[in-house]
């Protein structure tokens, strides 16, 4: 059952972001990429709000049939330019992958009103893997908070590395953070990492935003 698999991953979330402190307070993204409407609905009503998917098309069709839940709408996945009309259409409450200066610059053009994102970093450096460089991150935030007004910019996401070795994921999710904690001073909010199998990490290093499918809907 779903419902039970979110009862898991919630306890686990407790478990593990009571060990950073009490006040540290971690959002679920529930990724529903790999299921239909029906599943996204059945965990809507144990209670989950925040969903994420990384196709527009499949946003837009779930959002359609959907469109009588008040769910909250998270686009995670790489994002193609002749998709940004179509996804800005669909109002999601936070974009987490803008990769690059140059995606929020064609971002901002096609928005008509502010849209909150965030900024991607490759905290790996791993060729598959999109994002900012972490030694670049600092500038291109500023840049695109200062030049790009309709881009509200509220923190960071990153992926863990892919690595086997429980030392480099660890790394991965500490290069982020720290220019998490830099950030914070120019208003950011939310750091976007951890998933299916290595959330816990990621809030013991700090993230308070998890992308989480294949362990609540496989
Ligand atoms: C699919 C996906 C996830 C969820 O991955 P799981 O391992 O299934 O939990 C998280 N973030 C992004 C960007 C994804 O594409």
């Not at 709000?49 to 959002?63: M, N, T």
């Not at 140059?102 to 450096?125: G, H, Y």
Request: aromatic share 6%; hydrophobic share 40%.
């Amino acid at each position: 059952m779903i419902e039970a698999k979110l009862d898991e991953v919630i306890r686990q979330v407790e478990r593990a972001r009571i060990r950073v402190s009490e006040h540290h307070i971690v959002k679920i993204v529930a990724v529903s990429k790999y299921v239909g409407s029906a599943q996204i609905e059945a965990l809507y009503k144990s209670g989950q709000r925040a969903f994420g998917e990384s196709r527009v098309q499949d946003l837009k069709s779930k959002c359609d049939v959907l469109e009588s839940l008040p769910l909250e709408w998270h686009f995670i996945g790489r994002l193609q330019s002749n998709k940004i009309n179509a996804l800005l259409s669909l109002n999601p409450s936070l974009v987490h992958s803008v990769d690059s200066y140059e995606k929020a610059l064609e971002i901002n053009k096609r928005a008509t009103k502010s849209v909150a994102c965030l900024l991607q970093i490759n905290s790996a450096k791993e060729a598959s893997k999109m994002g900012v460089m972490p030694e670049k991150a600092i500038e291109e935030y500023l840049r695109i908070k200062e030049e790009l007004p309709n881009i509200a910019l509220k923190g960071l996401m990153s992926f863990g590395s892919f690595s086997e070795n429980t030392q480099e994921v660890k790394k991965s999710f500490e290069i982020t953070h720290s220019l998490y904690e830099k950030l914070q001073k120019e208003g950011a909010t939310v750091c976007s990492m951890g998933m299916s199998g290595d959330f816990e990490l990621a809030i013991e290093c700090g993230s308070n935003m998890i992308r989480v499918g294949s362990k609540i809907f496989k």
